[in-house]
C-alpha cells in the first residue's frame, strides 16, 4: 500500500501535470518537444497476460495532437533493480 508522502507527491503532479515537463527540462536537462498543454492519462498498462501494470501517473504533452507522453514513478528511495521493473516504460 503506498505511503501518504507516495500519494502526495503524485496528487502534485495530478494538480499540476505541466510539472513533470519541468523537472525532466530544468532538472535533467531532458530536451522536450513543443507543446501547448500538459494533461492527465490512463496510468494503466494492461496486457493480454497477467499482471498488470499501474504507473503513479502518466502526463500528456502536446496541445490537439501529443508529441511526448512522461510516466511518473515516486520512488521515495534508491533502488537499482526498480530500474528493471517496469519493462512497458
Known sequence: MPS?????LV???RQRPQMAAELLREAVSVPLPPFSEA????STFTDLTPPEYRADLVVRLGGKTPVLGIILEVQLQIDPR???SWPHY
Open 11 to 13: 496528487e502534485l503532479f
Open 4 to 8: 501518504a508522502v507516495h500519494e502526495i
Open 82 to 84: 526498480k530500474r528493471y
Open 39 to 42: 494533461r492527465i492519462q490512463s
